[in-house]
């Protein structure tokens, strides 16, 4: 079977119980790791995992505590994929619901696209004609171009070893990371109809960066419109440089 990596808060314990719960239903083992709690990270340590001058570049602002530490978590996940050699991974964060199907396709991963490096099981974003179902109403989706959230995916040693490649320090979102091509080159996949579903959790990220400040909003959205209008230049230009 394959290796399955939940990401949790050692404080969400409400969170941490329901995915633990769900995963015991369906007789899935699992490894526990610990995430990186935002809020506990010192003014000196952020200096050292966090990349301002990337982030404005990359996202048209500065990232939060809480997407800073969701960020690290994911990458300490992708530390581990390589330093023990896994060949592919199921990285879930604790607030996912996974369906009663979801084992069987589990069961199944030989059915997907041999080229897969990153199947994302929960992403709305726009897909391309789905292939043929490979279990039951299951089936593949190449995306058109992003892939967000990052919340329940299947990695392949390789995509880890890229998004390592590109630093091993926070600078955009997690899903960013993983769901945006013009950052990582990554062959990606979508199943439909999706296997799993988020519970109505508070988001940690939000609650634990304070997001919402109204006197921060109209900096961030003229942030995006520039980030979005400078992405937008690049594309035409064809500049993929990440530095």
Not at 178 to 205: K, N, Q
């Amino acid at each position: 079977m394959i290796k399955i990596f939940v990401i949790s808060l050692e404080r969400s314990l409400e969170r941490r119980k329901s995915i633990e719960e769900n995963l015991r239903e369906l007789g899935l083992e699992y490894t526990m790791i610990e995430a990186v709690d935002g809020k506990a990270i010192s003014p000196s340590e952020l200096l050292k995992v966090y990349s301002k001058k990337k982030s404005m570049k990359w996202t048209g602002r500065e990232l939060n505590l809480g997407e800073i530490g969701c960020t690290l978590s994911h990458l300490k996940v992708y530390k581990q994929i390589v330093s023990e050699d896994i060949p592919e991974a199921l990285v879930l964060e604790d607030d996912i619901l996974l369906g009663v199907a979801f084992k069987k396709i589990l069961d199944n991963l030989h059915l997907l696209p041999n080229d897969r490096e990153f199947v994302n099981f929960n992403s709305t974003d726009a897909i391309l004609p789905p292939e043929k179902p490979f279990f039951d109403i299951y089936s593949t989706a190449k995306f058109e171009r992003r892939c967000f959230p990052a919340s329940a995916y299947l990695i392949k040693n390789s995509a880890a070893k890229k998004l390592l490649s590109l630093g091993d320090i926070a600078y955009v979102p997690a899903d960013h990371l993983t769901g945006r091509p013009d950052i990582s080159d990554l062959v990606r996949y979508g199943i439909v109809p999706h296997p799993v579903a988020l519970r109505p959790f508070e988001s940690e990220i939000d609650s634990t960066g304070n997001r919402h400040k109204t006197e921060q909003s109209k900096i961030r959205k003229l942030r995006t419109f520039k980030y979005k209008l400078k992405m937008n230049i690049l594309a035409m230009l064809g500049d993929r440089s990440i530095d």
